[in-house]
């Protein structure tokens, strides 16, 4: 897990380098952990059977930057 | 000022992230992932567990009217772990996409230790509560899978022009050009898309029982999408795809259609700007005779025989979701064994033969092989896992894929196809007295348990006397799915397989890639269209 703390760090390091960039005249940083558990519950009478059943539990992290660059003078 | 739509950018380095995760990495992390899969093996009541960790290098570009739209270029490494674990055995899963900075032996190491526990704990608490529930419910049963050969095997990608040599300046001039070109066809050509990917996946597997399959495939797949409109008309829509699992050489002819991806679209092009000037399909209340042409007959076949012979699917694991079989009702009440398709029908699954469901080993390691679904129209099989083989006591097939490796593999189709036979389509068409030629498929409505469908097609034309004579828009075929596999009454000799690109299945949902196809087929249907 990516705690909170970590997740304001990388935000606040993302935008610093950001600002620092040539052009750069606006930008967001988003950062997100997320954990994720599917279940279903399925019983057949008739059919050897799990009852619950996991399809899939997943972790993800992903870091994203929306930018607004200043066009060039043609 | 100029606006960046979501440029997605690396903050810590300017460096490309395709430039740094490559494939070759797996080549470094082989060890790592053998001692961690062994070390899940050692765990208390763990009766199996694999890892599977893949990296995919891709690049694309998209365009519309001539003009970019975007391009990228992206590589991502991500890992799944299955356990099978506990007293009454049950299924724990963990699945993950793995950063850059973790993306060395030490890390990996950690990262797929912490996913076995996880997978671990949430197996012996599944089997824990199964059991608890037992004598309350007598179906649940400890997972057992069927036997398979243990192997161990490297499968190199094939291709002619490596996609990771393709610069992305070719591949949005290939987009800007073709759809600039068919745009400038003629102004009721409302609007032009072209989407272009081309990339190299590598997977690496390895279980408890000593598999280690190492396994790269190559994908490259342009996109059409086409709009036309007369002045005050109604429009018309064509999407389609040219693909395969090779290199750039695709879109340059080597591929079904055995033309370039540019030749591809402006004839799509054209077609559906001669629809826009064609009548509407009347709908019928009685069925007429239709020959089914092969490019349709791939989604035919996907859709009433491929999902509908899924082991998942026929032991009632997707009713809640993708539906039901009507194949099979249960172990007493089903069709296996019985004639549910005309004598002269044969289909099967093989991910052996060229198309987009190839490949040597599933996502469980079972080597794949052809699967007889309908042998001379009787029902003898369908595609499984290791878990559903051995609840129907049927040998493994290896039909378990996932999109990614940090999803779990869930029964998919392989190339699932009509099998050839041997009447030339011009005969067929020619023995037509009064009747339909249904040419290219286009969007399925299909029922929960594949038991009737409607499938509608790009174009429809009248045959009369045996010669086809009037093209007709919008229309399509709906019929039951066994009269129709009953009333088929020629197979033809012109057998293709198609890549279909989407098919959606699982919770959460997995695209997959499968190959679907057949010869042309005739039979009865009823037509859908305008009333």
Redesign the interface.
């Known amino acids: 897990m990516i705690g909170l703390e970590t997740l304001r760090d990388c935000v606040r390091n993302g935008i610093d380098f950001v600002k620092k960039q040539k052009d750069v005249i606006d930008a967001e940083i988003f950062a997100s952990w997320n954990e994720h558990i599917t279940v279903r519950l399925n019983y057949t009478s008739d059919i050897p059977c799990n009852g619950v059943h996991e399809p899939n539990q997943r972790s993800s992290a992903a870091l994203a930057c929306l930018s607004f660059l200043r066009q060039e003078k043609r | 000022?100029?606006?960046?739509a979501?440029?997605?950018?690396l903050?810590?380095r300017r460096i490309p992230i395709a430039s740094r995760i490559k494939v070759e990495l797996i080549d470094t992390l082989k060890e790592t992932v053998t001692k961690v899969v062994q070390h899940a093996g050692s765990l208390k009541n763990c009766k199996y567990a694999d890892i599977r960790l893949g990296i995919h290098e891709t690049k694309y570009a998209n365009a519309e009217d001539g003009k970019a739209k975007g391009m990228g270029e992206d590589a991502s490494i991500s890992f799944g772990i299955r356990v099978l674990a506990g007293e009454m055995s049950?299924?724990?899963?963990?699945?993950?996409?793995i950063?850059e900075g973790e993306s060395n032996p030490k890390s990996i190491h950690k990262v797929l230790t912490l996913g076995i526990k996880?997978?671990y704990a949430?197996a012996v608490a599944?089997a824990n509560?199964?059991a608890e529930?037992k004598s309350l419910?007598p179906?649940?049963?400890a997972?057992s899978l069927a036997r398979i050969d243990i192997c161990n095997d490297i499968i190199n990608a094939v291709y002619d022009e490596d996609p990771r040599n393709v610069s992305l300046k070719d591949i949005l001039t290939i987009c800007t050009k073709i759809s600039g070109d068919m745009r400038s066809i003629c102004k009721d050509v409302q609007y032009a898309h072209i989407n272009v990917h081309t990339g190299i996946n590598r997977e690496l597997f390895c279980s408890t029982e000593g598999s280690c399959i190492d396994q790269s495939y190559t994908l490259t797949q342009g996109m059409v999408s086409v709009v036309a409109q007369k002045p005050g008309g109604i429009p018309e829509v064509c999407y389609d795809y040219v693909g395969d699992l090779r290199g750039w050489e695709v879109l340059k002819g080597k591929n079904v259609y055995k033309q370039s991806f540019g030749d591809f679209a402006l004839l799509r092009t054209r077609e559906t700007l001669e629809l826009t000037e064609a009548e509407f399909l009347p709908a019928t209340t009685e069925p007429v005779v239709v020959v089914t042409n092969p490019h349709f007959n791939a989604l035919l076949a996907h859709e009433i025989v491929g999902h509908p012979t899924e082991a998942d699917r026929v032991?009632?694991?997707e009713?809640?979701?993708a539906g039901r079989s009507w194949l099979f009702r249960?172990?007493q009440d089903n069709e296996l064994g019985k004639q549910i398709a005309s004598p002269l029908l044969t289909a099967y699954s093989d991910p052996s033969i060229h198309g987009y469901g190839h490949f040597k080993y599933d996502m469980e390691g079972t080597p794949g092989k052809r699967v007889n679904l309908i042998e001379n129209g009787i029902l003898r099989g369908f595609m499984n896992g290791r878990e559903y083989a051995a609840?129907l006591g049927h040998p493994p097939n290896g039909s378990m894929r996932a999109t990614k490796p940090?999803?779990?593999p869930?029964v998919r189709m392989t190339n699932t196809i009509f099998a050839n036979g041997n009447k030339n389509p011009e005969e067929i068409i020619a023995e037509v007295k009064e009747g339909y030629y249904i040419v290219n498929h286009r969007i399925p409505s299909i029922s929960e348990s594949r038991e009737n469908f409607r499938i509608s097609a790009q174009k429809v034309f009248r045959i009369e006397n045996g010669k086809i004579t009037k093209l007709y828009r919008q229309g399509g075929i709906t019929a039951d799915s066994k009269d129709f596999l009953m009333n088929i009454d020629a197979v033809g000799n012109d057998f293709e397989v198609f890549p279909i690109p989407n098919c959606g299945k699982?919770?959460?949902m997995q695209v997959m890639r499968v190959g679907n196809g057949g010869p042309t087929l005739r039979s009865m249907a009823r037509l859908t269209g305008h009333q």
């Open positions: 000022m100029r606006y960046t979501l440029c997605i950018i903050l810590l049950a299924w724990g899963y963990y699945g993950q996409s950063g996880k997978a949430r599944n509560k199964k529930f419910a179906s649940l049963t997972v032991l009632k694991l009713t809640a979701y249960d172990f609840i940090h999803y779990v869930i699982g919770q959460p």
